[in-house]
């Protein structure tokens, strides 16, 4: 995420280390230190159709990150916005804006399908007066070169 979305990245390393440190925390749980992830929340979804939908918990400037795995042998993730269906095989690694691009799942050939969504919850952001990240532009990914 550095890469695709780096001040959204930059937002939910600060958010994790807030929630780490204990700030705003009604409760401080023991695996609290031990969330891997910049992102709020993680979701797996295991053999499941994806019907279509648009998620509710980010900001529209919020990028999902989907990895697909498994032992299925093919899948597809339609975005209808974009008019199109994506390869979603086992390994596959998706990032979208998920509060925006209408997404879904419907069938998979072979075996098991698991996905892994990483995702951002605004609220957790909003708890911890984090401001939610611009859009990515071409100088955004154009200063990383530099």
């Known amino acids: 995420m550095a890469l695709v979305a780096p001040e959204q990245y930059d937002f939910g390393r600060s958010a994790i280390d807030q929630v780490q440190a204990g700030v705003a925390m009604a409760k401080m749980y023991k695996n609290v230190q031990l969330w891997p992830s910049i992102f709020t929340a993680m979701e797996v979804i295991v053999n499941r159709k994806t019907p279509a939908h648009r998620d509710k918990g980010g900001c529209l400037a919020h990028y999902d990150l989907l990895v697909s795995a498994g032992t299925h042998k093919q899948a597809y993730m339609a975005l209808r916005e974009l008019g199109g269906q994506f390869s979603y095989n086992p390994g596959t690694v998706l990032v979208f804006a998920g509060k925006v691009?209408?997404?879904?799942?419907?069938?998979?050939?072979?075996?098991?399908?698991?996905?892994?969504?990483?995702?951002?919850?605004?609220?957790?952001?909003?708890?911890?007066?984090?401001?939610?990240?611009?859009?990515?532009?071409?100088?955004?990914?154009?200063?990383?070169?530099?």
């Open 101 to 146: 691009f209408l997404h879904e799942v419907m069938d998979w050939e072979g075996g098991e399908r698991l996905c892994i969504a990483h995702f951002m919850k605004d609220s957790v952001h909003d708890r911890l007066q984090i401001p939610r990240p611009t859009y990515p532009t071409q100088n955004t990914y154009m200063q990383l070169l530099t």
